[in-house]
Nanobody, 120 residues
Framework: QVQLVESGGGLVQAGGSLRLSCAASGSIIRINRMGWYRQAPGKQRELVATITSGGSTNYADSVKGRFTISRDNAKNTVYLQMSSLRPEDTAVYYC??????????????WGRGTQVTVSS
């Protein structure tokens, strides 16, 4: 079992910043990719950003230039620095990790989510 625990969400005014963190623990040999997704009320879950173990990143067009994803491989932790936040960034943000566990099986695990609310 692999567990992901997110932290750092909250309420912020438009133009402000927040930093999300997500720590993975459990049966982990390696994590190939970690990422952040979000789901706003009435909408489907969407990609925000991902990062590989080698540091390659991918961002949704809507957050490019405003959000930065990073990770600490030694701590199995991924971060999302969010700046210039907009009301449309309001959503539940979910952490995701894809990798290999001690049973030599691939895992694709999700956190429980953290609420980010941006007021106008």
């Amino acid at each position: 079992q692999v567990q992901l625990v997110e932290s750092g969400g909250g309420l912020v005014q438009a133009g402000g910043s927040l930093r999300l963190s997500c720590a993975a623990s459990g049966s982990i040999i390696r994590i190939n990719r970690m990422g952040w997704y979000r789901q706003a009320p009435g909408k489907q879950r969407e990609l925000v950003a991902t990062i590989t173990s080698g540091g390659s990143t991918n961002y949704a067009d809507s957050v490019k230039g405003r959000f930065t994803i990073s990770r600490d491989n030694a701590k199995n932790t991924v971060y999302l620095q969010m700046s210039s936040l907009r009301p449309e960034d309001t959503a539940v943000y979910y952490c995701n990790a894809v990798g290999l566990n001690y049973d030599k099986l691939e895992f694709d695990s999700w956190g429980r989510g953290t609420q980010v609310t941006v007021s106008s």
